[in-house]
């Protein structure tokens, strides 16, 4: 089965509030999405404030962190949170769990060192607390001496690597439940595909694996206008740092990402130069036909599930009822 996810809290939403948030998730809640997405930001709004505030509005919907990384906050701390989430929200939580970022990490004065052991060590802290054992961990990274959950029930909380780099979708396939790829373009799914199944392969795990894509989505009736606005920030940053490798399995030219790297701190010049190549690859952008037909793409490539993110600018709720009528159903109908 095809899961459907939706984005952008706190970046697109919660500028407009409490009461913006619940209407939101009344909305998600009553349509055919799966799962609603929040980020963990240095910079955004606590998300677990965000995702407690989620659990109580919804009755269905999966609450999903993604993803929140080993430097900012403790394992230990995101164990005990996510438990939590999962226990007033009758057991729908779900954890992505990612290195960050050198620039995101350097802007508040913390070193990014060691990702994958981090990762790696971070993602078996969680899923162990959250069985419920009293854990004694002795680690490269982390140490603890009996750590465990106090007055919580034990949780079966999914957990997946965001990641788009080799190593690290080796070790999702090693110690995770799914991957959460990061913006990548079809032409580099299979490639990802296989790098995980090395980690399955290795620790000889069974592939009842999931395959997500988190992707940033613009649909509208008129094509041209959503490539336009796909265009703006953030969608250049994205691209700067997106791994070359990617980009030339994309055969996006590595010349035209230098001229958009050139053109920053001019976010609107930087704009101005993307093609509606690049936004076709790195997003799945369009009418509700030109996105129907990108969704079906990476679907036979193997993801089995997205989480979209929604650029600024764009109506959420006009977005969900694209997915709602327009896309969802015709999805399910070749399933």
């Not at 505030?53 to 993803?67: F, N, P």
């Not at 995101?78 to 999962?86: C, K, P, V």
Request: aromatic share 8%.
């Amino acid at each position: 089965m095809v899961k459907f996810g939706v984005a952008g809290i706190p970046f697109t939403i919660s500028r407009g509030g409490l009461k913006e948030i619940k209407e939101f998730c009344k909305i998600a809640d009553e349509s055919r999405i799966d799962t609603v997405w929040t980020g963990d930001g240095a910079v955004h709004a606590d998300p677990y404030a965000i995702l407690n505030i989620m659990a109580w509005e919804t009755k269905r919907v999966e609450l999903a962190l993604g993803a929140t990384n080993p430097y900012t906050r403790d394992p230990f701390v995101t164990a005990f949170s996510i438990g939590y989430l999962n226990e007033i929200s009758g057991g729908r939580a779900l954890l992505a769990l990612g290195a960050g970022s050198r620039e995101m990490l350097a802007a508040i004065n913390m070193k990014w060192d060691q990702p994958v052991k981090r990762c790696r060590e971070t993602i078996e802290i969680v899923r162990r607390i959250l069985t419920g054992e009293k854990l004694t961990y002795d680690g490269e990274i982390f140490e603890t001496h009996e750590a465990h959950l106090l007055d919580r029930r034990p949780a079966e909380v999914p957990i997946y690597l965001a990641c788009r780099r080799p190593r690290m979708m080796t070790i999702a396939g090693s110690v995770a439940d799914g991957v959460l790829l990061d913006g990548v373009p079809v032409e580099y799914v299979g490639y990802a595909i296989n790098k995980v199944g090395e980690g399955l392969k290795t620790a000889g795990r069974r592939k009842n694996f999931r395959y997500a894509n988190c992707i940033m989505c613009m649909i509208s009736e008129d094509g041209d206008a959503a490539r336009n606005i796909v265009k703006r920030f953030p969608f250049p940053q994205f691209l700067i740092m997106a791994p070359h490798q990617m980009l030339e399995m994309a055969k996006i030219g590595l010349e035209e990402v230098a001229a958009i790297q050139n053109a920053v701190p001019n976010w609107d010049k930087a704009s101005e130069l993307i093609s509606d190549e690049v936004v076709e690859k790195l997003s799945i952008t369009g009418t509700p036909q030109e996105c129907l037909r990108r969704f079906r793409a990476y679907i036979e490539k193997g993801i089995d599930e997205f989480n979209l993110v929604f650029p600024l600018g764009a109506d959420m709720k006009k977005m969900i009822r694209f997915l709602d009528e327009d896309i969802i159903p015709r999805i399910e109908e070749n399933a």
